[in-house]
């Protein structure tokens, strides 16, 4: 069974730049997370899917942040402008149905705002 | 809200070394609590899980016992080995599992042969 796919592994932007990271999660699952992984910190939740609806956004920057799953299987999360503080890991992860309580990581991006 | 503590690191042990990493929580209602593991240029991955209190979650010779009255889920590992060198994050999600994992901060072991 294929794994979470994310891409690009690393980016590297200017602030004031925008930038775009997709997720593929695991064939089936319905619900997909983002979290931010800022260096020296665990994940935090930026936002949830339950198919190509939105769960949980309320930790998102909506000023700067977006993000869609519009068919409910791929996802895209944009920064415009990013700014410095935004350089951390993004990790996409995903479950095969909300209340299930393990949840599949993919590899992460790793962003760099220059 | 709910948050996770877990012991600073990194950690540094030798190999066949006893391994433990605190972690205590906080939450307000019956949380699952988890251990997940990073390896070196790899996603994160679940390690073991526990879902109600006095649960034992193992896997690869690590153990974590839930303990609802102490709000704690320390790591241990009898031996240790080079291959375990690794960033451990210890986690929570509430009992109904819609909502998402609260992390602790991660703690960096090295193993040294």
């Known amino acids: 069974e294929a794994g979470v796919a994310q891409s690009p592994r690393y980016k590297i932007i200017e602030k004031r730049q925008s930038v775009a990271f997709w ?25 949830q899917f339950q198919n190509n609806g939105v769960v949980d956004d309320s930790q998102l920057p909506k ?14 999360l ?8 935004d350089s951390a890991v993004y990790l996409c992860a995903s479950n095969p149905r909300l209340g299930y309580n393990e ?5 992460g991006t790793r962003l760099t705002v220059l | 809200g709910d948050s996770v503590t877990q012991m600073e690191g990194p950690v540094t042990l030798s190999e066949e070394a006893f391994l433990t990493i605190n972690c205590t929580y906080t939450a307000t209602g019956y949380p699952s609590l988890f251990w997940y593991v990073q390896y070196p240029g790899e996603g994160l991955q679940l390690l073991l899980k526990a879902t109600k209190a006095d649960d034992k979650g193992s896997n690869k010779g ?15 590992k009898g031996s240790v080995q080079v291959s375990d060198s690794a960033v451990y994050f210890c986690a929570l999600s509430e009992d109904s599992g819609n909502t998402p994992l609260v992390f602790g901060k991660g703690t960096r072991l090295s193993v040294i042969a």
């Not at chain 1, 699952?29 to 665990?42: D, E, V």
């Open chain 2, 62 to 76: 690590f153990e974590a016992t839930y303990r609802k009255e102490t709000t704690s889920f320390h790591l241990e």
């Open chain 1, 78 to 85: 944009k920064i415009q402008p990013a700014k410095l503080e």
């Open chain 1, 23 to 47: 997720c593929n999660p695991i064939s089936g699952h319905a619900t997909l997370y983002w979290y931010q992984q800022i260096l020296g910190q665990g994940p935090k939740l930026l936002i």
């Open chain 1, 103 to 107: 949840q599949f990581f993919g590899p």
């Open chain 1, 63 to 76: 000023d700067r942040f977006s993000a869609e799953r519009l068919k409910g299987v791929d996802s895209t």
